[in-house]
């Protein structure tokens, strides 16, 4: 070969070399082709396809690379339609899906989020790239409110609260909220700064503050965060809960407030309080007029700076005032004067204080008590309530022993539920002592212990003897009554003789006979209603309606069963009578004609012995009271006790 000929023959070859290093832009590299996109969210298997989804035919050949850091890292090989897997760190993680073009990537992570490569061989397509995209929704929203709280006149952005966000891929994003209104950077009013941690399983926690300047009127907003994030689904968010700040500004006005609301009376439990615009309240002190000097002193109240009235009093009725003392800025307020009103009945006094009168005469009641509003009197009967007129005067005209007895005065305020006040008064009618009943029968066992008892009333008060020895015992009712309990051996001297009660004053006497009746067997009477029936009548002690009498041991349960017994045997007798008197008859040994009949009764005596007794339940001095308009009087000696003879 001649020189010329090598010489072009090196310089072409020079000439490609400096092309090839040059990097002739028509000899550049293929650029990387758009890549699939596949989303999954944390813990689910991804589906990477070979090639777009519209792609079909055999694929038996096919490696499947990782793309990290520019290089390109054998993860999973198929040949002739079956799978291996590559030694490392998706492993075991790794399966071909229904084709052999689609790889599967179980239990997605965060870290899975990379570039995976598809070659495929057979048949030899161009290299297909998946992009594989994460998420996870993030936990539900915390938020931690300032406690210490704002203060209002504060230049500098005070922190109002933080927002926490966790476990979120990827990170999610936050806005603020106040009032449902949306917030947004403000310079000098709103800051909001956000700050992110990747966890070790490489999710994201999210930090988010709010910091703004707050005003009066914030006292009561409603502050939270929302976090919005994205799944393969769509888009969504979340919500924390609302929280309020504690927001601090001075008082403009203090006022006072009493409770309860409305009249007020003695004996209520009265609080007085005093409160401001302002927040926090501040130091009060409650001063009240006193009426002497007209100045304001300090009243004593507890730690929460109440004034407790209890129970209240008339004397607490005055104008009251509160002050306060802001210590921040060093500013005192005070309030209008408020009047408190307590609303009072002073004690009752009846005149005269202890009226005495003969029997006949008239007397007149009066009644006096002091209000601060309009009074009502009432005059009532102590023992029975009952209303016997209105108004500070009671005249009573022609009074009868009975009346005598305690009285008792109400002066009421009608305006004010529940206030008034009460007194009593004693109205001795001279007289002798009169007894609760002049006679009574009482129905005992012999060798029993019974109380007796007896009540006697009179001016002066009477004192009671018993014509009997036992234990007495004595109480008063009232300042004109006297009750005497004896208690006392049934024997067969006291059966006979009975007892007897004297009730003696300076006026006279008066005795009250107790009648000993020993309960026996039930008495048998002829039933009119049948020919053979009998009927049985059952004797028991009997007490007067509101008598104080205390008569036990009265026909015990022993003496129950023997009169039963003695019933059920007087019945056997005569039955086996009635049978042999038939027999008789039917042997004809028995007369029966019309001047034959017999009366099988009880004895004439015997129909004459039952008495029924009818005791008056009315007390005497209701008996006094209470006379019908007949004009109809019992005498005194008269006891309200009657009897009633059935023999007739």
């Excluded at 502050?223 to 969504?236: A, D, M, T």
């Excluded at 009168?357 to 009197?377: K, M, P, R, Y």
């Excluded at 039917?586 to 008495?611: A, D, N």
């Amino acid at each position: 070969m001649g020189l010329p000929k090598l010489v072009c023959v090196f310089l072409f070859a020079a000439c490609c070399c400096c092309r090839r290093a040059a990097g002739v832009p028509g000899e550049e590299k293929q650029p990387v082709p758009t890549p699939d996109l596949v989303e999954a969210e944390v813990g689910s298997t991804a589906l990477l396809k070979c090639g777009p989804s519209r792609a079909s035919g055999n694929f038996s050949q096919v490696d499947w690379f990782l793309i990290h850091k520019e290089r390109q890292i054998l993860i999973f090989r198929v040949h002739q339609g079956k799978g291996q897997r590559e030694p490392g760190e998706y492993e075991h993680r790794l399966s071909l899906q229904d084709s052999v073009a689609t790889l599967a990537l179980s239990h997605v992570t965060p870290h899975d989020e990379r570039m995976f490569l598809c070659k495929s061989k057979r048949p030899r397509l161009q290299d297909h790239y998946v992009e594989l995209q994460v998420f996870k929704a993030p936990e539900e929203p915390t938020i931690q409110a300032n406690v210490v709280g704002i203060h209002v006149d504060r230049q500098e952005l005070r922190e109002v609260a933080t927002c926490v966000g966790r476990n979120g891929y990827p990170i999610p994003q936050v806005l603020w909220y106040k009032n449902s209104l949306p917030l947004q950077e403000e310079e000098n009013r709103v800051h909001i700064q956000s700050s992110q941690i990747v966890e070790s399983s490489g999710l994201y926690t999210l930090k988010s503050v709010l910091s703004a300047r707050l005003v009066k009127e914030d006292k009561d907003a409603q502050f939270y965060c929302e976090l919005s994030y994205r799944l393969p689904s769509g888009n969504h968010m979340k919500e924390s809960k609302e929280v309020t700040v504690p927001v601090f500004y001075p008082a403009e006005k203090v006022w006072v407030e009493v409770e309860p609301v409305g009249l007020l009376k003695e004996g209520d439990h009265v609080t007085i309080r005093c409160l401001t615009d302002g927040n926090p309240q501040p130091h009060f002190t409650i001063n009240k007029k006193d009426p002497s000097t007209g100045e304001m002193e300090e009243e004593s109240t507890d730690e929460n700076g109440l004034l407790s009235l209890e129970p209240a009093e008339k004397h607490h009725s005055g104008l009251y005032q509160c002050q306060s003392l802001d210590l921040e800025t060093t500013i005192t307020l005070s309030s209008d004067p408020l009047e408190l009103l307590v609303n009072y009945v002073s004690d009752v006094q009846v005149n005269p204080t202890a009226p005495e009168v003969q029997e006949g005469e008239s007397l007149t009641l009066t009644c006096e008590a002091e209000s601060n509003q309009d009074l009502e009197f009432e005059w009532l009967r102590d023992k029975t309530g009952q209303l016997l007129g209105k108004g500070p005067v009671l005249q009573l005209n022609n009074v009868r022993r009975e009346a005598g007895g305690r009285y008792l005065c109400m002066a009421s305020v009608p305006r004010v539920p529940g206030l008034n006040r009460t007194q009593l008064v004693s109205v001795g009618i001279f007289g002798s002592p009169w007894m609760a009943l002049k006679e009574r029968k009482v129905w005992v066992q012999e060798n029993a212990v019974l109380n007796l008892s007896c009540e006697a009333s009179g001016h002066p008060q009477p004192t009671i003897s018993w014509n009997v020895n036992g234990s007495a015992t004595e109480w008063n009712p009232d300042p004109q009554t006297v009750v005497s309990t004896l208690n006392v051996l049934v024997t067969p001297e006291l059966l006979e003789t009975g007892a007897e009660c004297t009730a003696s004053n300076s006026l006279g006497s008066n005795t009250t006979t107790i009648v000993l009746k020993l309960v026996t067997l039930t008495t048998l009477i002829p039933d009119s209603s049948q020919t053979t029936g009998l009927s049985t009548l059952t004797v028991s002690p009997h007490t007067r309606a509101n008598s104080t009498s205390t008569e036990k041991k009265l026909p015990q349960p022993e003496s129950k069963g023997v009169v039963i017994v003695a019933v059920i045997v007087c019945t056997l007798v005569l039955a086996v009578l009635g049978a042999a008197l038939y027999f008789f008859y039917k042997k004809g040994k028995l007369p029966c004609g019309r001047s034959g009949k017999q009366e099988i009764t009880l004895p004439p005596t015997r129909k004459s012995e039952f008495v029924v007794e009818v005791k008056s339940d009315k007390l005497p001095e209701e008996m006094a009271l209470l006379q019908g308009s007949n004009g109809d009087k019992r005498a005194p000696g008269d006891q309200g006790e009657k009897y009633i003879d059935l023999r007739h």
